[in-house]
DNA sequence: TTAGATGCAAAGGGTTTGCAACGTC
DNA sequence: GACGTTGCAAACCCTTTGCATCTAA
């Protein structure tokens, strides 16, 4: 439980109108450098600094996502409904994955650990459609 | 597909061997620094450029998992069976959660999106029974 | 007028990498 | 002997932060 928050209250910023604007704008999960590119189109003297606040505060705030898969870079889902994703290891690009939650894995769970759940969420990996066909092109070609 | 590997093959040291016992000997989902620390008592002069080499090594041919949960630092674990995990809001530990896969979901989306899935992950939130009386204590402290 | 929000630039901090020396096969 | 591996340190790069200034309320 680690937050020193100071403020008290928030206003509202042009600034993290527009970003919340991008983020629900599109499904592709962006990166914050992403965001803050396209923030710059009507925005142009936005720094990366105040989307870097805005992007923590939307998250504290529950109305953006936060996914992490290594690569160096967080990125960012405006869609806080309830889904899954998919992680193509062929382009990288994240799917989501719509359909029922598994709620009844958290009860299972809660009942035989003690813990309390709050959430979950599932994370498939694999190759989508586009890329099939690049996958055996690119495996022909380490073959030579 | 991005992966320009230039070693044609991998020799054995000691460095790599430690850290697998290190890995496979704890279930706490240590970060890179943890195991450097660990591999030091043993092996005083390796270096932390050796051990994220060797992480990266031992990922890439499935002996370790790596965990990214945003908290800056990836974490590792060297149980690759099959397996869920639990991450405590509270103390930021990360548990094993046993317990069958649930399978069906990938072919349930594979079938949906027509995209290949090789595995998936859950990741369940909440806060675990060690903690949940210090949580209420914080709540009270932040009370005051 | 008050205190939150921003721009800018510097600082942080985990991870990667170049290179010469070393070790394995 | 060939080539993978290591130690060391510098480089990287995404993210955070300090501060003077701007702005919402």
Redesign the pocket.
Known sequence: MKNNK????????????V?LEVLKGTKSHP???WIYQEVRKS?P?????????????LKERGEIL?L?Y??????FDGNTENHYHFNCQGCGKVYDVEGPLKKDMERDIAEKLGFVITHHRVEFYGVCRECREEVSLHLKEERL
Chains 1, 2 share one sequence.
Do not use: C, P, W
Request: hydrophobic share 30%; charged share 35%; glycine share 8%.
């Open positions: 100071k403020t008290l209250f928030v206003r509202k910023s042009r600034q993290r109108e970003m990166t914050a450098d925005l003297k936005i720094s990366l600094g105040t989307v870097y606040r805005n992007l923590k505060l936060e992490h290594g690569d160096g870079q967080s990125r």
